[in-house]
C-alpha cells in the first residue's frame, strides 16, 4: 500500500470518529494532522498494521475507536 493511500485511509477513519477522538490530546488536531503524527511516530509499516487491524476489528464489529484511542495513549506516554 502507498504512503497516500495509508494517509487517505488513515484521515478517512480519523474524520469518521471526529466526535471521540475530540476527547483525547489530539482533540484539536485536524485529521490530517494525526495522520501525519502517526505516519512519522509510528512509521508506514505499522500504520498499515493499525488500519489492517482496524478493518478486522469492523468486521467483527468491535470498537475501533476504543483500539484507536489506545494508540494514541500509548503515544501520548512514550
Known sequence: MELTELK???R???RRNRTALK??????????E???MLI???????VK???ADIDIINSRRGDTVKYFMLILEGLKAA
Do not use: D
Open 12 to 14: 478517512s477513519f480519523c
Open 34 to 36: 494525526i495522520s501525519e
Open 8 to 10: 487517505r485511509e488513515l
Open 23 to 32: 476527547y483525547t490530546h489530539v482533540g484539536e488536531l485536524s485529521a490530517e
Open 49 to 51: 498494521r493499525i488500519l
Open 40 to 46: 512519522r511516530n509510528l512509521g508506514a509499516e505499522e
